[in-house]
T-cell receptor, first 113, second 115 residues
Framework: AQKITQTQPGMFVQEKEAVTLDCTYDTSDPSYGLFWYKQPSSGEMIFLIYQGSYDQQNATEGRYSLNFQKARKSANLVISASQLGDSAMYFCAMMRRDDKIIFGKGTRLHILP | DTAVSQTPKYLVTQMGNDKSIKCEQNLGHDTMYWYKQDSKKFLKIMFSYNNKELIINETVPNRFSPKSPDKAHLNLHINSLELGDSAVYFC??????????????FGPGTRLTVL
């Protein structure tokens, strides 16, 4: 079965520290896409970063980078120099062969001043 | 210049009523989606439309009926609301249904509370 697993329901990190949010996925498809979304307390879903299964390099977008380890089926999100505004729920997601996108249960990140 | 917008943002209603949630995207995307986020924050896809045509229809009660008057709009109509329908409903859009790895852009969500 295809699924996304986020094992950290909650994390507390000191401001300005780097943080890694874990995501593992399970699929037998050779081609897939991996996403990270941020959901602040206001509720909207904000796209952060995308990694294609055939991409040779890890994706980066500003302070966000995706540590993609294909053999381990992991797609961890790394946020460098965390800020108070990074406090939110973070969802890892995967687009399957049938074009459906499935989400993990999320990790709630708290940045401490 | 909101990309994906939903109305209303909050909806509180009695059990048994019929309600609609509207979604519009001004990104020129071909594909639109509806998701339900339950109280445990788990997101599940409900429907997907590509150019006004239904593509994905998950196991959703037929009380839920999506309507797409044009490719920029995908409205969700819910009949005979039940307590279990209380959730946050997200609309999303992506450029193309053919490109399986297209990024989806989400609306702000509609928090539905059924009393």
């Amino acid at each position: 079965a295809q699924k996304i697993t986020q094992t950290q329901p909650g994390m507390f990190v000191q401001e300005k520290e780097a943080v890694t949010l874990d995501c593992t996925y399970d699929t037998s498809d050779p081609s897939y896409g991996l996403f990270w979304y941020k959901q602040p307390s206001s509720g909207e879903m904000i796209f952060l970063i995308y990694q294609g299964s055939y991409d040779q390099q890890n994706a980066t977008e500003g302070r966000y980078s995706l540590n993609f380890q294909k053999a381990r089926k992991s797609a961890n999100l790394v946020i460098s120099a965390s800020q108070l505004g990074d406090s939110a729920m973070y969802f890892c997601a995967m687009m399957r062969r049938d074009d459906k996108i499935i989400f993990g249960k999320g990790t709630r990140l708290h940045i401490l001043p | 210049d909101t990309a994906v917008s939903q109305t209303p943002k909050y909806l509180v209603t009695q059990m048994g009523n019929d309600k609609s949630i509207k979604c519009e995207q001004n990104l020129g995307h071909d594909t639109m989606y509806w998701y339900k986020q339950d109280s445990k924050k788990f997101l599940k896809i409900m429907f997907s439309y590509n150019n006004k045509e239904l593509i994905i229809n998950e196991t959703v009660p037929n009380r839920f009926s999506p309507k797409s008057p044009d490719k920029a709009h995908l409205n969700l109509h819910i009949n005979s609301l039940e307590l279990g329908d209380s959730a946050v409903y997200f609309c999303a859009s992506s450029p193309s249904q053919r490109e399986r790895t297209d990024t989806q852009y989400f609306g702000p969500g509609t928090r539905l509370t059924v009393l």
